[in-house]
């Protein structure tokens, strides 16, 4: 296979990623301002003494391309005219440098120095990008040492991630808005290879080995692709002709931090210790160079959970003092006892006598999991006594990352690097729980690894011809893995004594966990574990390009190929759900804030198919990608140059090795066994729906090996004009489309959705009349409903018939995002260069779900409690079990309602990735940057937003396939400063520059650095409710943030009116100020020692969490916990040796 996908790569010769390097260009001129013919321009490294000569064309222009990132001096010739020299031309990753030259008579030996700096305005571009330069990623606090999380400087860059953002965290690097809706479909590259793996990153190098940053919101070039949109981009350092390096040591102590969360107010015990080093030079001077960095970690993450446990008398049944938050008693009714009063719509329960489960009611296997569940250790917030488990703990985790970079210049026209780079890492979990219980969730067992190899040649086959190929891989090691939590079978036996029901789902499965219990609709999310992965992808790419510069044209032609491969099982073998409805007053619209405990369901063991157990095979997955396109940068004149290209992109649906995906429900083929024989309907409800008993389920086969078809027209337009109004005035206008891929949002990690027969589910019985039938000792009995082995292709076109089906929409349209920018750029004294975009993006074809076989609500609201009622089921034993297999076919009785389906053989039928709907994005951007200079650089930057999406309003309008415009609920003021300042005192500095060395050891060197972020408060998402006055309040604060008294319970067979956010209800605002302080120590002009502290959350501020919003939740309309991101302040100290 391997020798297959080779040779692809080395077929495919015009292919070419995104490249990280730059271009150089310029005009120059003679003292009249006329073009210079012939004139020789010289680049040369600084670092690495590499060189490059162009000569100017017809209209004196010049243009260098494949610049690497540094430091440059430039100049330029001519007989009859002094030699121009310019130093210290910043060349940064992908940027378009500006250099002119007005050459004046005399004589070529004279070299006239140029003070001006080089242009960092985009004369010849419209991409809208933010480049982070060495200096700034080296000295700003980036706590998680990630330089991803660098994008995070741009406002318009939205983190989507949840925990903290370390570099072998995959998801962090991946999950992040640009410029709208990204996250999980931007492309990662590190020096130009892509290092996204599907939805999720790869590698990420350590800082100190980084050279750049950049994130692109919207490039108009036509390299650029395999993106939803945004395009974030790291360079790794290259040797030079002096040895340099660094070594260092990152440490925290708990003795000077604050707590990790002033609300459970644990002490912080977290102990870091991360260290590392680089060192890079030269093999042969001015042609072989080569850099390695190498870091470790042993860390403990800080963590906090805030539960609620069942106190000692709840624990045996006793609920006679337990309260609901207004101080009443929690009532718990008895679900067996419910009553269904179709007159009234209504249903009743009998609590149990003195609000006590009687012992012989107690689930036998509940009560043996009720052992392993530990108690409170506080009181709670209220009266309900919620959230009254409180604890912190650490994820302990070890890491190793190794880069090694070697660049070889063959000469003039050859140039060629190599990069490998490895990380290794372990994770685990403190166990919080006072009886070490193997209950407790474990979310971070396992380990995370990476691989990362790259080349790279760059030709030159004439002045103005460049070649360029590259070839990559990528992989990643993604296993969750908690010795301590598994059970085994044994395990499992201890359980379920006798009754080894689960046993057809356990082939193939890793490890065997503690079964999955989820306590829902209170704070605690539940036991044991559920779902888990066993991730092994790997992708590879080539490329390849041709650049020419054609007299005003500068051409580009290439493209890439790209070939994803996953490998990995996600087993889910069983959840079990109990809710407090169970034992609610009523099944219909429950007042669960007064009535009802899902602990006290789960004494009981009552499960309906809310709950599962689900068996999921092995599978390898490929999806194959080619891009191509063409760019041209015409230069019209000096003061304008368009920028025009087109691309092309196909990229194929997932392919499984053993071609166990299934395609669709062919829903206009008339089922053969249901033509045999068709249940008996009643009458009255056949009169109001007419179902239709068609249905034929087509897998995939050796014809169509993959679930659907994708497009073979996707062409994305660029066009763009870059316009110099004058020497510091620039305005840009790009537009670019792209379009999502699908490898980002079904692929090489996915779960095996398509896969039935293979990827088994089956669910308990559902209730009858809100009576549970089915109970956790035996949760699929053999005689009225067994387990549904996995069975392959078995059943042939009966697959999924009685059950709830799902599978991809075979005509696939993918996503795609027309983006445009106008921005008007000026460069001001003290160096500053202002920016204002006005940003625009349209999503078309936004994927989504729909279900074909929804009831019709207006007969719901028509007849309300008459649906509910229960009949004696017509597909109970129906035909035989290859003809009808699903679970359909074991209940005794079924509601009414449920017959009225449009096709009442099949449950729920989910069409994935329907892509018909529409997304609004549209910003005003302001920016002010100033690059290092005069011992300062700083960034300020502000994004306001409106975002707006398609979605349905309500159950009517989704079975009527009628969409609204659903305003975004994210923040819409974003803003960001950041900078860096070299105290001026000291040696090389304004003050002080001939200090004594004693003095200047106390009072020289000094430097302070900070990033401060800020956020509005996100707009509250209101749930189906009964809205009787204002909701808005005038004080709104963590305690209240909105008129809960006048949000209330909808009546049950009642729709949605309310709308689902209003105007000037957000949540806590969110802001965080990160700052160093640093101190450099001058041991020779070549070595320096650095001391550094940095304070994370410098003024120890607690944001708080958006509030509750489930109206029945104890804590509705409070914010009770930490918002994500927000911990107490963290001290790190730093030592860091440089030669």
Same mark, same amino acid.
Request: aromatic share 12%; hydrophobic share 35%; with cysteine.
């Given at each position: 296979?391997?020798?297959?996908?080779?040779?692809?790569?080395?077929?495919?010769?015009?292919?070419?990623?995104?490249?990280?390097?730059?271009?150089?260009?310029?005009?120059?001129?003679?003292?009249?301002?006329?073009?210079?013919?012939?004139?020789?321009?010289?680049?040369?490294?600084?670092?690495?003494?590499?060189?490059?000569?162009?000569?100017?064309?017809?209209?004196?222009?010049?243009?260098?391309?494949?610049?690497?990132?540094?430091?440059?001096?430039?100049?330029?010739?001519?007989?009859?005219?002094?030699?121009?020299?310019?130093?210290?031309?910043?060349?940064?990753?992908?940027?378009?440098?500006?250099?002119?030259?007005?050459?004046?008579?005399?004589?070529?030996?004279?070299?006239?120095?140029?003070?001006?700096?080089?242009?960092?305005?985009?004369?010849?571009?419209?991409?809208?990008?933010?480049?982070?330069?060495?200096?700034?990623?080296?000295?700003?606090?980036?706590?998680?040492?990630?330089?991803?999380?660098?994008?995070?400087?741009?406002?318009?860059?939205?983190?989507?991630?949840?925990?903290?953002?370390?570099?072998?965290?995959?998801?962090?690097?991946?999950?992040?808005?640009?410029?709208?809706?990204?996250?999980?479909?931007?492309?990662?590259?590190?020096?130009?290879?892509?290092?996204?793996?599907?939805?999720?990153?790869?590698?990420?190098?350590?800082?100190?080995?980084?050279?750049?940053?950049?994130?692109?919101?919207?490039?108009?070039?036509?390299?650029?692709?395999?993106?939803?949109?945004?395009?974030?981009?790291?360079?790794?350092?290259?040797?030079?002709?002096?040895?340099?390096?660094?070594?260092?040591?990152?440490?925290?102590?708990?003795?000077?931090?604050?707590?990790?969360?002033?609300?459970?107010?644990?002490?912080?015990?977290?102990?870091?210790?991360?260290?590392?080093?680089?060192?890079?030079?030269?093999?042969?001077?001015?042609?072989?160079?080569?850099?390695?960095?190498?870091?470790?970690?042993?860390?403990?993450?800080?963590?906090?959970?805030?539960?609620?446990?069942?106190?000692?008398?709840?624990?045996?049944?006793?609920?006679?003092?337990?309260?609901?938050?207004?101080?009443?008693?929690?009532?718990?009714?008895?679900?067996?006892?419910?009553?269904?009063?179709?007159?009234?719509?209504?249903?009743?329960?009998?609590?149990?006598?003195?609000?006590?489960?009687?012992?012989?009611?107690?689930?036998?296997?509940?009560?043996?999991?009720?052992?392993?569940?530990?108690?409170?250790?506080?009181?709670?917030?209220?009266?309900?006594?919620?959230?009254?488990?409180?604890?912190?703990?650490?994820?302990?985790?070890?890491?190793?990352?190794?880069?090694?970079?070697?660049?070889?210049?063959?000469?003039?026209?050859?140039?060629?690097?190599?990069?490998?780079?490895?990380?290794?890492?372990?994770?685990?979990?403190?166990?919080?729980?006072?009886?070490?219980?193997?209950?407790?969730?474990?979310?971070?067992?396992?380990?995370?690894?990476?691989?990362?190899?790259?080349?790279?040649?760059?030709?030159?086959?004439?002045?103005?011809?460049?070649?360029?190929?590259?070839?990559?891989?990528?992989?990643?090691?993604?296993?969750?893995?908690?010795?301590?939590?598994?059970?085994?079978?044994?395990?499992?036996?201890?359980?379920?004594?006798?009754?080894?029901?689960?046993?057809?789902?356990?082939?193939?499965?890793?490890?065997?966990?503690?079964?999955?219990?989820?306590?829902?609709?209170?704070?605690?999310?539940?036991?044991?574990?559920?779902?888990?992965?066993?991730?092994?992808?790997?992708?590879?790419?080539?490329?390849?390009?041709?650049?020419?510069?054609?007299?005003?044209?500068?051409?580009?032609?290439?493209?890439?190929?790209?070939?994803?491969?996953?490998?990995?099982?996600?087993?889910?073998?069983?959840?079990?759900?109990?809710?407090?409805?169970?034992?609610?007053?009523?099944?219909?619209?429950?007042?669960?804030?007064?009535?009802?405990?899902?602990?006290?369901?789960?004494?009981?063991?009552?499960?309906?198919?809310?709950?599962?157990?689900?068996?999921?095979?092995?599978?390898?997955?490929?999806?194959?990608?080619?891009?191509?396109?063409?760019?041209?940068?015409?230069?019209?004149?000096?003061?304008?140059?368009?920028?025009?290209?087109?691309?092309?992109?196909?990229?194929?649906?997932?392919?499984?090795?053993?071609?166990?995906?299934?395609?669709?429900?062919?829903?206009?083929?008339?089922?053969?066994?249901?033509?045999?024989? %068709?249940?008996?309907?009643?009458?009255?409800?056949?009169?109001?729906?007419?179902?239709?008993?068609?249905?034929?389920?087509?897998?995939?086969?050796?014809?169509?090996?993959?679930?659907?078809?994708?497009?073979?027209?996707?062409?994305?337009?660029?066009?763009?004009?870059?316009?110099?109004?004058?020497?510091?005035?620039?305005?840009?206008?790009?537009?670019?489309?792209?379009?999502?891929?699908?490898?980002?949002?079904?692929?090489?990690?996915?779960?095996?959705?398509?896969?039935?027969?293979?990827?088994?589910?089956?669910?308990?019985?559902?209730?009858?009349?809100?009576?549970?039938?089915?109970?956790?000792?035996?949760?699929?009995?053999?005689?009225?409903?067994?387990?549904?082995?996995?069975?392959?292709?078995?059943?042939?076109?009966?697959?999924?018939?009685?059950?709830?089906?799902?599978?991809?929409?075979?005509?696939?349209?993918?996503?795609?995002?027309?983006?445009?920018?106008?921005?008007?750029?000026?460069?001001?004294?003290?160096?500053?260069?202002?920016?204002?975009?006005?940003?625009?993006?349209?999503?078309?074809?936004?994927?989504?779900?729909?279900?074909?076989?929804?009831?019709?609500?207006?007969?719901?609201?028509?007849?309300?409690?008459?649906?509910?009622?229960?009949?004696?089921?017509?597909?109970?034993?129906?035909?035989?079990?290859?003809?009808?297999?699903?679970?359909?076919?074991?209940?005794?009785?079924?509601?009414?309602?449920?017959?009225?389906?449009?096709?009442?053989?099949?449950?729920?039928?989910?069409?994935?990735?329907?892509?018909?709907? %529409?997304?609004?994005?549209?910003?005003?951007?302001?920016?002010?940057?100033?690059?290092?200079?005069?011992?300062?650089?700083?960034?300020?930057?502000?994004?306001?937003?409106?975002?707006?999406?398609?979605?349905?309003?309500?159950?009517?309008?989704?079975?009527?396939?009628?969409?609204?415009?659903?305003?975004?609920?994210?923040?819409?003021?974003?803003?960001?400063?950041?900078?860096?300042?070299?105290?001026?005192?000291?040696?090389?500095?304004?003050?002080?520059?001939?200090?004594?060395?004693?003095?200047?050891?106390?009072?020289?060197?000094?430097?302070?650095?900070?990033?401060?972020?800020?956020?509005?408060?996100?707009?509250?998402?209101?749930?189906?409710?009964?809205?009787?006055?204002?909701?808005?309040?005038?004080?709104?604060?963590?305690?209240?943030?909105?008129?809960?008294?006048?949000?209330?319970?909808?009546?049950?067979?009642?729709?949605?009116?309310?709308?689902?956010?209003?105007?000037?209800?957000?949540?806590?605002?969110?802001?965080?100020?990160?700052?160093?302080?640093?101190?450099?120590?001058?041991?020779?002009?070549s070595k320096k020692l650095e001391f550094r502290f940095e304070a994370y959350n410098l003024t120890n501020s607690l944001m708080w969490a958006n509030p509750v919003t489930a109206i029945a939740n104890p804590l509705f309309g409070r914010s009770t916990a930490q918002a994500t991101g927000n911990r107490g302040r963290e001290m790190q100290y730093m030592l860091r040796f440089h030669f």
């Amino acid at each position: 296979m391997h020798l297959r996908i080779l040779a692809v790569f080395l077929a495919v010769f015009a292919l070419q990623a995104q490249d990280y390097r730059a271009k150089l260009q310029g005009i120059v001129t003679d003292a009249s301002d006329a073009a210079v013919v012939g004139a020789k321009v010289t680049i040369r490294n600084v670092g690495t003494g590499v060189t490059a000569t162009r000569e100017t064309g017809a209209n004196g222009a010049y243009l260098f391309d494949n610049v690497e990132p540094g430091t440059y001096v430039v100049s330029a010739e001519l007989s009859g005219f002094s030699k121009q020299q310019q130093e210290g031309v910043l060349v940064q990753t992908r940027a378009d440098v500006t250099v002119n030259f007005n050459l004046k008579p005399g004589q070529v030996v004279e070299t006239v120095n140029v003070s001006a700096q080089a242009v960092t305005l985009q004369f010849n571009t419209s991409t809208r990008e933010l480049t982070i330069d060495r200096k700034m990623l080296t000295d700003l606090p980036v706590k998680a040492r990630n330089p991803f999380t660098l994008a995070l400087l741009d406002p318009a860059v939205v983190n989507r991630y949840g925990a903290e953002r370390n570099p072998f965290f995959m998801w962090s690097s991946s999950q992040m808005d640009v410029g709208g809706n990204t996250t999980t479909k931007n492309d990662l590259l590190i020096d130009g290879s892509p290092t996204q793996i599907g939805p999720k990153g790869s590698f990420a190098p350590p800082m100190d080995a980084v050279q750049e940053f950049s994130v692109q919101q919207n490039s108009v070039d036509a390299e650029f692709g395999h993106s939803a949109g945004g395009i974030l981009s790291v360079a790794v350092k290259s040797g030079t002709n002096e040895i340099h390096g660094t070594g260092y040591y990152f440490g925290r102590n708990p003795a000077l931090n604050a707590v990790v969360n002033p609300i459970t107010r644990t002490p912080n015990f977290i102990r870091n210790h991360i260290w590392g080093g680089t060192a890079g030079g030269p093999i042969r001077k001015n042609k072989l160079f080569t850099f390695v960095a190498y870091e470790g970690w042993r860390t403990k993450e800080p963590r906090d959970t805030q539960r609620t446990m069942p106190t000692d008398l709840e624990r045996n049944g006793d609920f006679s003092r337990s309260l609901n938050r207004s101080g009443g008693q929690r009532t718990i009714f008895d679900p067996i006892t419910t009553v269904l009063n179709v007159a009234t719509n209504s249903a009743t329960r009998q609590p149990f006598p003195g609000n006590v489960i009687p012992a012989s009611r107690i689930d036998p296997t509940a009560k043996r999991i009720m052992g392993d569940i530990w108690g409170p250790n506080n009181p709670g917030d209220d009266l309900a006594g919620s959230n009254n488990f409180k604890a912190s703990y650490a994820w302990p985790m070890r890491h190793y990352s190794f880069t090694n970079r070697t660049d070889w210049n063959l000469g003039d026209r050859l140039k060629i690097f190599g990069r490998f780079s490895r990380f290794k890492t372990t994770l685990d979990q403190e166990n919080y729980t006072p009886n070490n219980s193997r209950a407790m969730p474990n979310d971070n067992g396992g380990a995370m690894n990476s691989r990362n190899i790259a080349g790279d040649m760059v030709y030159t086959a004439s002045a103005t011809t460049v070649f360029n190929f590259r070839a990559s891989y990528a992989s990643l090691e993604d296993d969750y893995s908690a010795p301590a939590a598994a059970v085994g079978e044994k395990g499992l036996a201890e359980f379920w004594p006798g009754n080894a029901w689960y046993t057809p789902y356990i082939k193939g499965m890793p490890l065997i966990y503690y079964p999955y219990i989820g306590i829902q609709g209170q704070t605690t999310s539940g036991y044991g574990k559920g779902g888990y992965w066993y991730q092994h992808p790997h992708h590879y790419s080539i490329s390849g390009k041709m650049s020419q510069a054609r007299g005003r044209h500068y051409i580009k032609t290439g493209g890439e190929y790209r070939y994803h491969i996953g490998t990995g099982i996600f087993p889910n073998l069983m959840n079990f759900n109990f809710y407090p409805d169970t034992t609610a007053d009523t099944y219909l619209r429950p007042d669960t804030a007064r009535f009802g405990d899902a602990h006290a369901s789960f004494l009981l063991g009552a499960i309906d198919e809310r709950s599962n157990a689900t068996g999921v095979p092995f599978q390898t997955q490929r999806i194959p990608f080619i891009g191509v396109y063409v760019h041209d940068d015409i230069r019209i004149n000096r003061n304008l140059t368009l920028n025009l290209g087109v691309r092309y992109e196909n990229e194929k649906a997932p392919l499984d090795d053993n071609d166990i995906y299934s395609r669709y429900l062919d829903l206009t083929q008339p089922n053969p066994a249901l033509q045999k024989q %068709r249940p008996v309907i009643p009458a009255d409800l056949v009169a109001l729906s007419n179902p239709n008993f068609n249905g034929v389920w087509v897998f995939t086969d050796s014809q169509n090996r993959r679930p659907w078809r994708t497009q073979n027209n996707i062409f994305l337009p660029r066009a763009g004009a870059a316009i110099r109004v004058n020497d510091k005035t620039a305005v840009n206008i790009g537009f670019a489309r792209y379009v999502v891929p699908i490898a980002t949002i079904a692929g090489t990690l996915s779960t095996c959705n398509w896969c039935p027969g293979f990827r088994q589910t089956s669910n308990p019985l559902a209730n009858i009349e809100g009576r549970p039938q089915a109970f956790l000792s035996d949760p699929f009995p053999a005689g009225r409903n067994p387990l549904q082995p996995p069975i392959g292709k078995g059943l042939g076109a009966n697959t999924n018939l009685g059950n709830p089906v799902n599978f991809p929409h075979q005509k696939y349209r993918a996503q795609t995002n027309d983006r445009v920018n106008f921005t008007i750029m000026r460069e001001v004294p003290l160096a500053f260069k202002l920016d204002a975009t006005y940003f625009l993006n349209f999503g078309r074809g936004v994927p989504h779900n729909d279900d074909l076989n929804m009831v019709n609500p207006d007969l719901t609201y028509t007849y309300k409690a008459q649906l509910s009622t229960n009949i004696p089921n017509p597909f109970y034993n129906f035909l035989t079990p290859n003809e009808f297999p699903g679970s359909q076919r074991f209940p005794l009785q079924v509601s009414r309602g449920s017959l009225l389906r449009p096709y009442p053989q099949y449950g729920s039928i989910t069409v994935n990735n329907v892509g018909n709907w %529409r997304s609004r994005y549209q910003a005003l951007q302001l920016r002010a940057q100033r690059s290092y200079s005069a011992g300062a650089s700083v960034l300020v930057a502000y994004n306001y937003n409106q975002e707006r999406n398609e979605a349905y309003f309500n159950d009517i309008q989704q079975y009527a396939y009628q969409v609204f415009w659903l305003g975004s609920n994210n923040a819409r003021h974003r803003m960001t400063i950041a900078g860096e300042y070299d105290i001026p005192v000291g040696r090389g500095r304004r003050f002080g520059a001939s200090a004594h060395p004693v003095v200047n050891a106390l009072v020289g060197g000094w430097q302070i650095s900070g990033i401060y972020t800020f956020r509005n408060g996100e707009a509250i998402r209101f749930p189906a409710a009964e809205i009787t006055g204002e909701v808005k309040i005038n004080n709104p604060g963590p305690n209240r943030w909105f008129n809960t008294d006048n949000v209330k319970l909808l009546p049950a067979f009642t729709p949605r009116t309310n709308p689902y956010q209003y105007p000037g209800i957000n949540g806590p605002a969110f802001w965080n100020l990160d700052g160093t302080v640093s101190k450099n120590f001058a041991i020779t002009e070549s070595k320096k020692l650095e001391f550094r502290f940095e304070a994370y959350n410098l003024t120890n501020s607690l944001m708080w969490a958006n509030p509750v919003t489930a109206i029945a939740n104890p804590l509705f309309g409070r914010s009770t916990a930490q918002a994500t991101g927000n911990r107490g302040r963290e001290m790190q100290y730093m030592l860091r040796f440089h030669f």
